[in-house]
């Protein structure tokens, strides 16, 4: 609920909250894709070799690790002072 044009200092928490919470589901959802994509990669290793199977999974999940970050607009860099400010008791 908006009060004199803004969210109140508990509204913003909970908003921040639920986007760690997405970024959580997120983040898990991905390991578990990430293992079948592994598994399936992993039989493919003797026709392309580990070293060539290895630098794919690497590439795969840098960019899906990169899309989650923009995508929520959650990164080391937007968590660290919310979770500081938390620390300090101003959220």
Do not use: C, H
């Amino acid at each position: 609920m908006l009060r004199q044009g803004r969210l109140s200092d508990g509204e913003i928490r909970d908003q921040q909250s639920g986007r760690l919470q997405i970024l959580t589901y997120a983040a898990l959802l991905w390991q578990l894709f990430r293992s079948l994509i592994e598994g399936v990669l992993e039989g493919l290793v003797r026709d392309l070799g580990r070293r060539l199977v290895k630098k794919g999974l690497a590439a795969i999940n840098q960019s899906v690790e990169g899309f989650l970050q923009e995508a929520l607009q959650i990164g080391p860099q937007q968590v660290a002072p919310q979770l500081k400010a938390e620390d300090l008791g101003y959220l």
